[in-house]
């Protein structure tokens, strides 16, 4: 009998997404679970139009597994940076959070590079948190 279980790392959180979802037209949760071209997509059209947006409500489980292989625990945690990306992103909360306190001030200054530094980190804030946990992708 194997008695061997794997354990992943839960770096991101099916309620996170769900809540994220619901800005969904936007591609927030695209972004959150590491997909930034979609992510784009989405933004642009509003969700495909909805019909996109529907269906990722049914997909956000398996998108959730697949980050959680994908990203590695650490000392940031994923779900806190994007909540505070999404929720106060021009203000640069989240860069406070990962210890980046000079581009949080510019951030903070500038509102978030008046809105392009927010969407540079829609793209890449899971390599900058994979990179501060140790970990590139």
């Keep these: ?13 099916v309620m996170i997404g769900y809540v994220l979802w619901i800005f969904g037209f936007m591609g927030a949760h695209r972004f959150y679970y590491g997909k930034p071209k979609s992510g784009t997509l989405y933004f642009f059209t509003l969700g495909l ?18 980050a959680d292989l994908r990203f590695v625990e650490g000392e940031i945690d994923y779900n806190i ?4 990306l999404t929720f106060l992103g021009p203000m640069g909360i ?3 959070y990962m210890g ?6 510019v951030y903070l200054l500038t509102a978030g590079f008046c809105g392009l530094g927010v969407l540079y980190d829609y793209w890449t ?3 900058q948190i994979s990179e501060k946990n140790g970990r590139y992708i």
């Design 1 to 13: 009998m194997n008695t061997h279980i794997t354990m992943r790392d839960e770096t991101h959180s």
């Design 49 to 66: 139009l909805g019909v996109g947006w529907i269906i990722d409500l049914f997909l956000i489980p398996t998108m959730d597994s697949e």
């Design 81 to 84: 940076a994007w909540a505070l």
């Design 94 to 96: 989240h860069r406070f």
């Design 100 to 105: 980046k306190i000079l581009s949080g001030l």
């Design 125 to 127: 804030l899971n390599s």
